[in-house]
C-alpha cells in the first residue's frame, strides 16, 4: 500500500464521512478504500450499524461508479450509504437540489440542534429543546419545543410536524403568536409558513398549494 492517503474516514455524530480525494485515478481509489475497509480501520467500523456519507470533491461518477463505491463499503455488513455526493454546484449547468439532512434521537430539553439547510428529525423535540435551521424544518413526532426556521432571513420556508405542540415558533424573524392562541384540538400533521408578514398554520394537506404556489411574503 502506498504512503499518499487518498481517503480520510471521519466520525462524525450521524455515523462516518469519507472524504474522497478527487484528482487521483478512480482504480486508485477503489482499491485504497477497500484496503482500509478490510486492513486499517477494521476497530472503527465493528460493532452496530453505522451510516455512512460519501464527499467526491468535485468529481464526477455515473451511477455504475458509484454502485461500485456502495459494493466496496456494503461488504462490511455494519455499513449502511446514505449518500455519495459532490461538491460541483451543478452538472450540465443544472442544479441538483439536495434532499434534507436526516437525524434520528430525541432533542431533550437544554439541547439544541442546529443545521445549514433542510432538516428532517425523525424524532421529538422536548420542551426546552430548541432546533434552528437555515430551510425547512420536518418533524417527525412531537413537536414540543422551540423551532426556528430561516435563521438566515429566508421567509420561503415552513416548520412541520406530526403533532404540532410547540412552545415556540419562528420563522426568519416573525415568531408565533402564543401558542393557545392559535393550537387547535387536533394539532397533528400540521406546517407553519408566512403570509403577509404573519405566521399561518395549515394542515400537511394543504402544503402542495403553497409548494406549487409560492407566495410572498
Known amino acids: 500500500m ?3 492517503q487518498h481517503i480520510m474516514i471521519k466520525g462524525v455524530k450521524e455515523g ?5 480525494d478527487d484528482k487521483c485515478e478512480f ?3 477503489l482499491d485504497e478504500l477497500q484496503y482500509k475497509l478490510e486492513k486499517t ?3 472503527l467500523l465493528t460493532g452496530p450499524l453505522v451510516h455512512v456519507h460519501v464527499k467526491l470533491g468535485t468529481r464526477q461518477l455515473d451511477e455504475d461508479d ?5 459494493s466496496v463499503i456494503r461488504s462490511q455488513g455494519n455499513l449502511m450509504v446514505q449518500s455519495i455526493d459532490s461538491s460541483a454546484a451543478a452538472q ?7 434532499g434534507p439532512h436526516v437525524i434520528t434521537g430525541m432533542v431533550r430539553s437544554g439541547q439544541t440542534i442546529e443545521h445549514d439547510g433542510d432538516l428532517l428529525l425523525a424524532g421529538d423535540v422536548n420542551p426546552g429543546g430548541t432546533i434552528l435551521c437555515s430551510g425547512d424544518i420536518y418533524v417527525m413526532g412531537a413537536l414540543r419545543g422551540v423551532a426556528h426556521a430561516g435563521v438566515n432571513g429566508r421567509t420561503d420556508v415552513i416548520i412541520a410536524a406530526s403533532l404540532m405542540r410547540p412552545t415556540q415558533l419562528r420563522i426568519a424573524d416573525i415568531i408565533s403568536r402564543p401558542p393557545e392562541e392559535w393550537m387547535s384540538g387536533d394539532a397533528a400533521m400540521e406546517f407553519a409558513y408566512l403570509y403577509e408578514g404573519s405566521m399561518q398554520i395549515d394542515k400537511m394537506t394543504q402544503l402542495f398549494r403553497l409548494r406549487n404556489n409560492p407566495i410572498k411574503v
Open 2 to 4: 502506498t504512503e499518499k
Open 16 to 20: 462516518l464521512v469519507f472524504l474522497l
Open 27 to 29: 482504480a486508485v481509489l
Open 41 to 43: 480501520h477494521q476497530q
Open 66 to 70: 458509484k454502485e461500485r463505491i456502495k
Open 92 to 98: 450540465d449547468g443544472i442544479a441538483t437540489p439536495a
